[in-house]
């Protein structure tokens, strides 16, 4: 009897016991946040290091995931949400983080699978067209960054437009960034394996990318979706020139095979795509040298914009020694239109943000970008010990400072849409 009481005891002072009338379960509430906000990254093939797709995935992990989703750790996500407002923002509410508390505080408890919850939706569609580099990339053992080109034919038979593009990393560890091109004039093919250091490379310039950016992969990026009726064309029997970073590889036998995965509109975009690269030669004050031990500001500007645009979302790019991006348009009237502030940049942690409404940059405006570089010992970042000096350029030792905009023709009453 007085055991009995004990255990009473224990039970009405025990603090967990006040959510053991509805207790809250893994089917109950656990899995759609996980769904939501893990699994697009935590799923085979993705960039998390394990999967998130099934209970005892969680389960096993249970205290881990309690811990980086408390610290903010997990999901990533590095824009400031007052400056401006995303369709992909990846953030969970207080709330969401207490209940993964909750749950764990409570041992985890399982739940009845809902039938009723149409689990299909967090599923992922399957891609219209997957695209392999042709053969498996040898990465070389050395102490330098490798750049190198591959070729890969769509084989399209006709014009088609991209509503979602994603790009999967063979080799996880090694693959650093890269960038998507197409071509039409089936000129470059001989490009493919060749290194960006090869003097062979400048007789590909006379047939410049049709579409120099089609779209960049950076490490924790993911998928870019356009709008619904709006697409990104490529032409019948495009060729694609993807240009892979990878880094410097200390192991031996490591092998890159990456994959390109195409999704089409059912029909014709009604508009079409575009990007712009805000790049090297546009910093005003240049030249663009951090000096070992120095923390320096640089500034970009680009326009007068020629027409009126609608921007669906931005690509900020820099290094390891970035320590924050800030970009707007400045309307001729004066106004500022604001598209991404990062004030702790990771260069882990990079995204294509796609805003929730579409952002209108009027005709003459000017987009404005301001980056700070931290170059100094006191940088945990920085790749050198000590410091050296850092210029422009394509590798992680270099920096970068470059800005990626999707965006449409403006159109009547794109003020109000929002990205879906
Ligand atoms: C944008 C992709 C992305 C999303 C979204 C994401 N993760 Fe991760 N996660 C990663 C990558 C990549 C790593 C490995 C690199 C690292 O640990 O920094 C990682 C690491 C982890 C780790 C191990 C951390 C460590 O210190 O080793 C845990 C636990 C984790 N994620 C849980 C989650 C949970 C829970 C969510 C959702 C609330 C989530 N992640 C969302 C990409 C993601």
């Known amino acids: ?7 009473f005891t224990y039970f009405s002072i025990c603090p967990f016991t006040f959510s053991q009338e509805n207790p ?9 946040i996980i769904f ?22 969680v389960a096993k992990r249970g205290d881990f995931i309690g811990h980086v989703t408390k610290s903010g750790y997990m999901p990533p996500w590095k824009a400031d949400r007052e400056f401006q407002q995303y369709k992909n923002e990846r953030v969970l509410t207080a709330d969401e983080i207490e209940a993964i508390q909750d749950w764990l505080k409570n041992g985890m408890p399982k739940g009845k699978k809902d039938k009723k919850v149409d689990q299909s939706k967090f ?14 990339y040898l990465i070389p053992t050395s102490n330098k960054d490798d750049y190198r080109f591959f070729h890969i034919p769509t084989n399209l038979r006709e014009d088609k437009y991209l509503s979602k593009i994603e790009f999967i990393p063979g080799n996880k560890r090694l693959v650093h960034h890269c960038r998507l091109m197409t071509d039409t004039t089936h000129m470059v093919h001989a490009i493919d394996g060749m290194s960006a250091d090869d003097p062979r490379i400048s007789a590909f310039e006379k047939y410049p990318p049709l579409d120099k950016f089609l779209y960049g992969w950076v490490p924790g990026n993911s998928a870019i979706e356009f709008p619904s009726g709006t697409g990104k ?32 509109t059912e ?10 690269a805000i790049a090297e030669d546009d910093i005003s004050n240049p030249p663009f040298l951090i000096s070992a031990g120095e923390k320096k500001t640089f500034y970009s500007s680009f326009g007068p914009i020629p027409i009126d645009i ?13 320590k924050t991006f800030r970009a707007f348009a400045a309307t001729p009237e004066g106004d500022v239109i604001p598209l991404i502030k990062i004030d702790d940049w990771d260069f882990k942690w990079q995204e294509t943000y796609l805003f929730k409404k579409l952002q209108i940059i009027p005709k003459n405006s000017v987009i404005l970008i301001e980056a700070t570089f931290d170059n100094t010992a006191g940088n945990p970042a920085n790749p050198n010990s000590p410091p050296k000096d850092i210029t422009y350029g394509w590798n992680t030792t270099s920096e970068m400072l470059d800005l990626v905009l999707y965006y449409l023709e403006y159109q009547e009453g794109d003020e109000t849409k929002t990205h879906d």
């Open 310 to 322: 609608s921007v669906i979302g931005v690509l900020p790019h820099m290094h390891y020694i970035g």
């Open 123 to 136: 599923r992922f569609e399957k891609p219209d067209v997957t695209l392999k580099m042709k053969n498996p």
């Open 1 to 7: 009897m007085r055991s009995v009481l004990v255990i």
């Open 36 to 57: 939501k906000n893990c699994m697009p990254c935590h799923s085979p093939g993705q960039s998390g290091p394990f999967s998130l797709l099934t209970f005892e995935d």
């Open 233 to 264: 064309k490529i032409h019948k029997d495009t060729d694609i020139i993807i240009n892979i970073h990878y880094a410097p590889n200390s192991r031996e036998s490591q092998y890159d095979k990456s994959v390109i995965n195409l999704y089409f």
């Open 24 to 32: 809250i379960t893994y089917y109950g509430k656990i899995e759609s």
């Open 267 to 276: 029909k014709k975009a009604d508009r079409e795509v575009y990007s712009l």
